[in-house]
């Protein structure tokens, strides 16, 4: 290197050895065999180190890059171009100079290296040099990933097709937006231009009091809010807006935003506000029409003699009586699955233990048998289990026409924290029509009579579970397999 030193580090010295850090390249691009040697010695206790005396290992994957005199003059012009190829993260260059490079030469290399280490120097010295150009480099590579994770979430943020809004945390009464995303701009129909503003621009004439007074009180207590609330877009057109809203807090803990969900949900709103009306004319106009016909049926029952027309009367009640049974049917799976009923656990062999005795005084011809494992009780916090399973028995011995009737209810708990209930039933089998509307769905020559099939498969469904029913000529055994505390 044109040192008067046959060692780079001016005679024998030895240093404890460095941390190993792992991952970390060095290049080292020097002419010397001996120098490089002695580089390696020095550094490949701590890093992985190559070796290379031609411009082209330039180009190859490195974290730091050692160069001599001879390394620096192949590759000076070709340093700028590689650091822009690592960019936006720092790509260090250490030229080791002899002490008797003229200062100027030392100066001009100043322009494309990151540090200059003049030799005759320390191993410790030259090692710690080192340390500080691969420590930028690692520093910079961790922001460079910040930044980049930074962008792909603005990006993300920017691309959803859930609107999406952040405002700035007030003392007064407004809390302007500083961001929103395309999916704010296509679900409202305003813009940037509204940044500056509060989101309440949204709000308008038949926009309900209730949902504006919750979000109003969850920001004044600095806590999440999810509201449905009638909102109104840029041109004037009504939606329902599924708006949630969360505060989000600095590094002291102080409430410095509030991010905004915006789903339009207006058709969900239509279909419940429809599901709504026709469970009414279910559970009050169809009951009350069909009780009229059934009146009306055993008036005229009484008033003719003629056999064919009695039969025709009573094929009138029994269709009434069907009729009401499909709205009662209607209304307990609504009443169900829209969750009215209770959540808080129940101890389920208690129950089977009940609903075998109900079912033994209701059907006395029938006999109703249980399996319940041994140990604790069953605790569960399945929606709508309990009626799922009753459903299940009702109909293993309504639709068995043998003269005792005999259903087997089995529970099964597992150790994953799962529950398994069987109802198996020695009648007839479900007709294969019934069992295939649950794979292709319900249409004109598909369909179910049993509306207490979709039921079952709801509830089990809605608990992340699976329904499984096998049915032949020697019966059916309907099993329900769901976690106990979904």
């Known amino acids: 290197m044109g040192s008067n030193s046959d060692d780079i580090f001016g005679g024998a010295q030895s240093t404890a050895p460095p941390e190993p850090n792992d991952g970390v390249r060095v290049l080292l691009l020097v002419h010397r065999r001996r120098d490089r040697e002695l580089l390696v010695d020095a550094l490949s206790d701590r890093y992985a180190v190559d070796t290379a005396t031609e411009a082209a290992a330039i180009d190859e994957a490195f974290d730091c890059c050692v160069l001599d005199e001879a390394g620096f003059e192949r590759v000076r012009e070709r340093i700028e171009p590689r650091r822009e190829r690592a960019d936006p993260a720092f790509l260090p260059f250490a030229l080791l100079a002899s002490g008797d490079t003229?200062?100027?030469?030392?100066?001009?290399?100043?322009?494309?290296?990151?540090?200059?280490?003049?030799?005759?120097?320390?191993?410790?010295?030259?090692?710690?040099?080192?340390?500080?150009?691969?420590?930028?480099?690692?520093?910079?590579?961790?922001?460079?990933?910040?930044?980049d994770e930074l962008r792909l979430k603005e990006r993300a943020m920017d691309e959803s097709p859930v609107g999406i809004s952040l405002a700035e945390a007030t003392d007064g009464d407004d809390n302007p937006l500083v961001y929103l995303n395309g999916g704010f701009e296509e679900t409202t129909g305003h813009g940037e231009e509204?940044?500056?503003?509060?989101?309440?621009?949204?709000?308008?004439?038949?926009?309900?009091?209730?949902?504006?007074?919750?979000?109003?009180?969850?920001?004044?207590?600095?806590?999440?809010?999810?509201?449905?609330?009638?909102?109104?877009?840029?041109n004037g057109q009504k939606f329902w807006n599924q708006v949630t809203i969360s505060p989000i807090r600095d590094d002291g803990e102080e409430v410095a935003h509030y991010v905004g969900f915006q789903t339009d949900i207006t058709d969900r709103k239509i279909r419940e506000r429809r599901l709504e009306v026709m469970t009414r004319v279910l559970k009050h106009n169809l009951r009350n029409k069909m009780n009229l016909i059934e009146g009306y049926a055993d008036l005229l029952r009484g008033e003719i003699d003629d056999e064919s027309q009695r039969e025709s009367l009573e094929v009138i009640s029994e269709t009434a009586d069907d009729l009401i049974g499909i709205a009662a049917a209607v209304r307990k799976i609504n009443e169900t699955l829209d969750g009215t009923e209770s959540d808080a656990p129940i101890d389920l062999a208690e129950r089977l233990v009940d609903l075998r005795d109900r079912t033994q005084r209701r059907y006395p011809d029938a006999t109703v048998t249980l399996s319940l494992p041994d140990g604790d009780p069953i605790h569960v916090t399945v929606v709508g289990l309990m009626v799922a399973v009753e459903e299940a028995v009702e109909n293993a011995v309504k639709h068995n026409d043998a003269a005792n009737p005999s259903v087997h209810v089995r529970v099964e708990r597992r150790s994953d924290g799962w529950i398994a209930v069987e109802v198996a039933d020695d009648g007839?089998?479900?007709?294969?029509?019934?069992?295939?509307?649950?794979?292709?769905?319900?249409?004109?020559?598909?369909?179910?009579?049993?509306?207490?099939?979709?039921?079952?498969?709801?509830?089990?469904?809605?608990?992340?579970?699976?329904?499984?029913?096998?049915?032949?000529?020697?019966?059916?055994?309907?099993?329900?397999?769901?976690?106990?505390?979904?």
């Open 102 to 147: 003229r200062s100027a030469a030392k100066e001009r290399a100043w322009d494309r290296v990151d540090d200059v280490i003049e030799l005759p120097t320390s191993r410790r010295g030259l090692v710690s040099r080192v340390e500080n150009l691969v420590e930028r480099r690692s520093t910079s590579v961790r922001l460079s990933e910040t930044v």
């Open 428 to 486: 007839p089998g479900i007709p294969d029509h019934e069992m295939r509307v649950l794979e292709v769905g319900e249409t004109s020559l598909t369909h179910a009579d049993r509306l207490g099939i979709w039921l079952m498969y709801w509830v089990v469904g809605r608990a992340g579970g699976e329904f499984d029913v096998d049915t032949g000529d020697d019966g059916t055994t309907v099993r329900l397999e769901v976690p106990a505390h979904p």
């Open 194 to 234: 509204k940044l500056g503003e509060d989101c309440r621009f949204l709000q308008g004439e038949d926009t309900s009091a209730e949902p504006r007074a919750a979000i109003r009180e969850a920001i004044a207590e600095e806590r999440p809010v999810s509201v449905d609330i009638l909102n109104y877009r840029a």
